[in-house]
C-alpha cells in the first residue's frame, strides 16, 4: 500500500524541507516501547532537528501490520489538525518501517503522576485545556477520517513545552461503518465502555461514545491522581466493576468546580445511548471555560517539568564528579 525508501522529503516547518535518509538519524534515546514498535527520540544529523521515530518490523504479524497501515494512513491525514501529532514522513531500512513525528515532551500520564509526586493537584483549567483538545481532535477523526481512535488514554495524550496537547498511538483507530465501529478486542481493557464489555447486541458494534468514556476514565485519573479501578484478576471483575457498579467520580474533596463533575458525570453515563457526543462536549461550560482561561500551558507545564529536571540534573553532576 505505502511505496517506501530509506529516505523521503520532509518539511520541518513552513520555511525548512529537507530530504532525510535513514542514515542521517541518529538515536539519542529510547522514548517508549510498545506492543508493536519501538518509539526513540533521534536527531537529523543536517539540520539538528530531533524528532520522534517509531519503528516497526515490518514482517511482523498480520495484525501489527494492519496497525502499522491504520496509524500511516491516519498520520498522514492528520496535517490539518493541531490536535494530532505531527508527521514528517515515513522510510523503510533492513527490515523496519520508520514513521517520523514531531516529538514531545511528556505524556499527560507521567505529567500527572509528576504531579502526584510533588503532591499538587492539576489546575482546573489545565484539566480543562486538556479534556478540550482531546475532543477536538476526537472530533475532527470523526468527521475528517471517519475514524475513532479506540484506545484514549493518559499515555496517548502527548504535551510539550510549547503548551500544546496532542493525541497519538493510533494504530488501532477503527474505521466507521454508518458511524459503528465492530472490532471488539480493540484498545486498553481499564479504559473500555461498558458497552465494549458487557453481553449482548452491544457488543459486537459500538460508536464514538465508547472513547467519551475512555476521556472520563482519564480526567477521573488525572484529577484523584489514580486510575479509578482495581487491578483485574478475571474478565468477570471487570465486567462486575464497569458495567454492575456506579461509574467512578472525582473526588468531591479536591475542590473541583461543580462544572468539571458534570462533565465527568456525562462521560461516563453508562447507557451509551444516553451519553453525549463531541458536539454537545464542545459546548459544555467546562469546555467552554478552556477557550477564555489564561493559563499559559506552556508555562506552567515547562515549571512542572523543571522541578524534576534541576534534581536530576544536580543528582547526574554529583554522580560524575565522584566518578571522576
Not at 506492543?35 to 516497526?56: D, F, L, Q
Not at 477523526?141 to 502527548?158: A, F, Q, T
Request: with cysteine; glycine share 6%; net charge negative.
Amino acid at each position: 500500500m505505502f511505496n517506501l525508501d530509506d529516505k523521503c522529503t520532509m518539511t520541518f516547518d513552513k520555511e525548512t524541507t529537507v530530504e532525510v535518509s535513514t542514515l542521517d538519524l541518529k538515536k539519542i534515546e529510547v522514548l517508549g516501547i510498545g506492543s508493536y514498535g519501538i518509539v526513540e527520540k533521534m536527531v537529523h544529523s543536517g539540520t539538528g532537528r530531533i524528532i520522534a521515530v517509531k519503528r516497526i518490523h515490518s514482517i511482523s504479524t498480520d495484525q501489527n501490520q494492519k496497525q502499522m497501515v491504520v496509524e500511516l494512513d491516519t498520520l498522514m491525514k492528520s496535517e490539518c489538525c493541531p490536535q494530532m501529532v505531527q508527521f514528517f514522513g515515513a522510510m523503510y531500512r533492513e527490515g523496519d518501517v520508520w514513521i517520523c513525528m514531531e516529538v514531545m515532551d511528556t505524556s499527560l500520564d507521567k505529567f500527572y503522576k509528576i504531579c502526584v509526586d510533588q503532591k499538587a493537584n492539576l489546575p482546573e483549567i489545565f484539566v480543562a485545556k486538556v479534556a478540550s483538545a482531546i475532543v477536538e481532535g476526537l472530533h475532527f477523526m470523526k468527521e475528517k477520517m471517519n475514524l475513532m481512535h479506540r484506545d484514549v488514554k493518559p499515555s496517548n495524550i502527548l504535551l510539550n513545552k510549547k503548551g500544546d496537547v496532542k493525541i497519538c498511538d493510533f494504530g488501532i483507530s477503527g474505521h466507521l461503518t454508518e458511524s459503528v465501529a465492530k472490532t471488539v478486542q480493540a484498545g486498553c481493557k481499564p479504559y473500555m465502555a461498558p458497552e465494549r464489555i458487557q453481553d449482548g447486541d452491544s457488543k459486537s458494534a459500538y460508536d464514538v461514545r465508547a472513547d467519551v468514556w475512555s476521556l472520563g476514565i482519564s480526567c477521573v485519573e488525572i484529577c484523584n491522581g489514580y486510575h479509578p479501578y482495581s487491578q483485574w484478576r478475571t474478565p468477570f471483575q471487570q465486567l462486575k466493576q464497569v458495567v454492575d457498579e456506579p461509574a467512578p467520580l472525582i473526588l468531591k474533596s479536591l475542590g473541583y468546580s461543580d462544572d468539571l463533575h458534570d462533565f465527568v458525570r456525562l462521560c461516563l453515563t453508562k447507557n451509551y445511548k444516553d451519553r453525549p457526543k463531541y458536539g454537545v462536549l464542545l459546548i459544555h461550560p467546562f469546555i467552554e471555560i478552556a477557550k477564555t482561561s489564561e493559563l499559559d500551558m506552556g508555562d506552567y507545564i515547562t515549571k512542572t517539568l523543571e522541578n524534576i529536571e534541576e534534581p536530576l540534573k544536580k543528582l547526574l553532576s554529583a554522580n560524575h564528579n565522584i566518578n571522576i
